[in-house]
């Protein structure tokens, strides 16, 4: 059964789901970092299909989920931090191992390089690696507040986002759980676009020395995963051409078994 805990940081308590392992624990925790602007119940689908000798956790960055808000825009750096501070605060010794997915392939990059002994193997999956100009671009894009009006159709952009656009590919009630989690963070639902698309990718990314596996389905970001796997020294670049959409729920298994693979 996925368990909720929370852990004091410096940005507040973070909520998290956590996964005991299935059997004797064997391997290192695994740690599984979000898409913007959800929260760890995006990996509910996958947990069980991973906690095989691992447990698993799913933490919310602060502003996000259950996790405290903020007031101010924070940096990918920031959201590093409170997880990392989550890690110790929760008392997991060692190193453990990190998955991320879109906006968390930069926050799990970034914890590496905060604190290498602490990250083991980094599999970052769909990495939203792009040149400053396109940061740019997306930044003045997708930064604009969700508007709370009395009217509804100030909901359709979460709508569209996470139901409308996936739909047939996602049970309706996943979509809606997802939409529902959206909405929690208010008009701030745009602070984790501003982090990851204000993150220095080039520099950074040049700069970690752990063990990274890339994974890229078949996605807007499959280009921009094989452009950052050229630039992560050592990594190691997946293609996984079997999942296509929805990569955590109708792609569930076929990704577990992935993850499973690199770690």
């Given at each position: 059964?996925?368990?909720?805990?929370y852990?004091?940081t410096?940005?507040?308590?973070?909520?998290?789901?956590?996964?005991?392992?299935?059997?004797?624990?064997?391997?290192a925790?695994?740690v599984c970092?979000?898409?913007?602007?959800?929260?760890?119940?995006?990996?509910?689908?996958?947990?069980?299909l991973?906690?095989?000798g691992?447990?698993?956790?799913?933490?919310?960055?602060?502003g996000?989920?259950?996790?405290?808000?903020?007031e101010?825009?924070?940096?990918?750096a920031?959201y590093?931090?409170?997880?990392?501070?989550?890690?110790?605060?929760?008392?997991?010794?060692?190193?453990?191992?990190?998955?991320g997915?879109?906006?968390?392939?930069?926050?799990?990059?970034?914890?590496?390089?905060?604190?290498?002994?602490?990250?083991?193997r980094l599999?970052?999956?769909?990495?939203?690696?792009?040149?400053?100009?396109?940061?740019?671009?997306?930044?003045?894009?997708?930064?604009?507040p969700?508007?709370?009006?009395a009217?509804l159709d100030?909901l359709?952009?979460?709508w569209?986002?996470?139901?409308?656009s996936?739909?047939?590919?996602?049970?309706?009630?996943?979509?809606?759980?997802?939409?529902?989690?959206?909405?929690?963070?208010?008009?701030?639902d745009?602070?984790?676009?501003s982090?990851?698309?204000?993150?220095d990718?080039?520099?950074?990314?040049?700069?970690?020395?752990?063990?990274?596996?890339?994974?890229?389905?078949?996605?807007?970001?499959?280009?921009?995963?094989?452009r950052?796997?050229?630039?992560?020294?050592?990594?190691?670049?997946?293609?996984?051409?079997?999942?296509?959409?929805?990569?955590?729920?109708?792609?569930?298994?076929a990704?577990?078994?992935?993850?499973?693979e690199?770690?």
């Amino acid at each position: 059964m996925i368990r909720r805990l929370y852990g004091d940081t410096s940005f507040g308590q973070v909520h998290a789901r956590c996964l005991e392992a299935a059997g004797e624990e064997a391997a290192a925790p695994l740690v599984c970092l979000h898409p913007a602007p959800s929260s760890g119940l995006y990996f509910s689908t996958v947990m069980p299909l991973l906690n095989d000798g691992r447990r698993v956790f799913a933490p919310d960055y602060p502003g996000y989920g259950g996790s405290d808000a903020l007031e101010d825009p924070p940096a990918i750096a920031d959201y590093a931090t409170a997880i990392l501070e989550l890690l110790d605060n929760m008392g997991i010794e060692g190193s453990v191992n990190v998955l991320g997915f879109h906006t968390g392939c930069l926050v799990g990059a970034e914890m590496a390089l905060l604190d290498q002994a602490r990250v083991g193997r980094l599999v970052l999956c769909d990495v939203p690696y792009f040149s400053t100009e396109q940061q740019d671009g997306m930044r003045a894009q997708m930064t604009q507040p969700m508007p709370i009006r009395a009217e509804l159709d100030c909901l359709a952009g979460p709508w569209k986002f996470n139901i409308a656009s996936r739909a047939g590919a996602v049970p309706m009630p996943r979509a809606f759980e997802l939409f529902a989690e959206h909405l929690r963070v208010g008009d701030r639902d745009w602070f984790g676009f501003s982090a990851a698309f204000s993150y220095d990718c080039k520099r950074r990314f040049t700069e970690l020395d752990s063990d990274v596996v890339l994974l890229a389905t078949i996605s807007a970001l499959h280009e921009p995963t094989v452009r950052a796997a050229a630039v992560i020294p050592g990594s190691r670049f997946v293609d996984v051409p079997e999942v296509t959409t929805a990569v955590f729920e109708q792609g569930a298994a076929a990704i577990a078994k992935r993850i499973e693979e690199a770690l």
